[in-house]
Structures are given as structure tokens and as C-alpha cells.
């Protein structure tokens, strides 16, 4: 298995963010979300079940980002 990769999230940061590197990127956001387990994934969902699960999650993260986004101006 290969370790887990941290990252600098700028360059004047000192706080690092973590990237999966023994399954997939997209998995894993499934996963982290909560909606639905990596069984579940092998086992119940189809191909088209899994892109529709990140294309909702996409859309979730992009409303609350622009909310947020928002709301700071205040």
C-alpha cells in the first residue's frame, strides 16, 4: 500500500490537506460524503448509480460554496 500524501493547501500555510492514493479520488469523495459505504459500491450500485451519487455531491458542495460565499459578504 502506498502512504498517505500530505499537501500544503498555499504556500504560506502551514496547514496541510491529506490525498487518498489507495483508491480513487472520486470514491473516496463518495465515501467521505456518506452516501454509501465502499461495499455498497462494489456490490449494489451500478456505474451510472455511482456518477449520478458524485454529480449530487458535486452540486451539494457547489450550492454550500456559493451560499457561503455569500454570506461573507455580508
Known amino acids: ?6 499537501r500544503q493547501i498555499t504556500e504560506r500555510s502551514r496547514a496541510k ?7 480513487n479520488y472520486s470514491v473516496s469523495l463518495i465515501i467521505n460524503a456518506g452516501l ?3 461495499r455498497e459500491l462494489e456490490e449494489y450500485y451500478s456505474y451510472n448509480d455511482f456518477l449520478n451519487l458524485l454529480e449530487c455531491l458535486a452540486v451539494k458542495n457547489y450550492n454550500e460554496y456559493m451560499i457561503n460565499k455569500e454570506n461573507s459578504r455580508r
Open 36 to 38: 454509501c459505504t465502499l
Open 1 to 6: 500500500r502506498k502512504p498517505l500524501k500530505f
Open 17 to 23: 490537506t491529506i490525498e487518498t492514493r489507495n483508491i
